[in-house]
């Protein structure tokens, strides 16, 4: 049997949290997020996935789970489908980490084994979490419901790319890719 994998970011997050780095750091979605995410579910699910994950964050979650309702399938909940750690950055404005840090976040693209953002996870880590995790899927139609940056490393690492480039490979929220 072969899979078919459908890779999902998430819809907008509250805007309390609109310019801030949120990573791993748990909110819902704003009510344009919420609208379209159910806007979303409906196509997605016509999508016909035999399996429904997300990585347990609120965010993803929703959306995953509307579409896995009405598919008629379970939504999983699997972690390793989170978002980059970024540490004590984390709930900042990406604008005060850039006052404080100046171009240190570039580290995230220029030391993806070694840089640490905020003391979280390299760059390198994330893209290893997430390809164990992608390995890890059945076969059959599975839907990920997800976030950018293990996106962007799967889609990065299955082109060939290097990490440099993987953030032009970031979906806008709510897109999606089929691998």
Avoid at 64 to 69: F, L
Avoid at 88 to 112: H, K, L, V
Avoid at 133 to 148: C, I, K, N, S
Wanted: negative net charge; charged residues 20%; proline residues 5%.
């Amino acid at each position: 049997m072969t899979r078919q994998i459908l890779l999902v970011r998430h819809t907008a997050v509250a805007r309390a949290w609109k310019g801030r780095c949120y990573g791993r750091s748990d909110m819902g979605l704003s009510l344009a997020g919420a609208a379209h995410a159910r806007e979303l579910a409906g196509s997605l699910a016509e999508w016909r996935p035999e399996c429904v994950v997300h990585s347990g964050l609120r965010r993803a979650a929703i959306l995953a789970e509307a579409v896995a309702a009405i598919a008629g399938v379970a939504a999983h909940a699997d972690p390793a489908w989170q978002e980059r750690d970024f540490g004590n950055w984390e709930g900042r404005s990406w604008a005060a980490i850039y006052r404080e840090t100046g171009d240190a976040m570039d580290g995230m693209i220029d030391d993806p084994d070694g840089f640490r953002p905020g003391g979280g996870e390299t760059t390198s880590e994330l893209a290893m979490r997430a390809r164990d995790a992608f390995q890890r899927l059945p076969d059959g139609r599975t839907m990920v419901v997800t976030h950018g940056g293990p996106i962007a490393a799967i889609a990065g690492s299955h082109s060939g790319l290097p990490p440099r480039d993987w953030l032009a490979l970031v979906p806008t929220l709510g897109a999606s890719l089929e691998l």
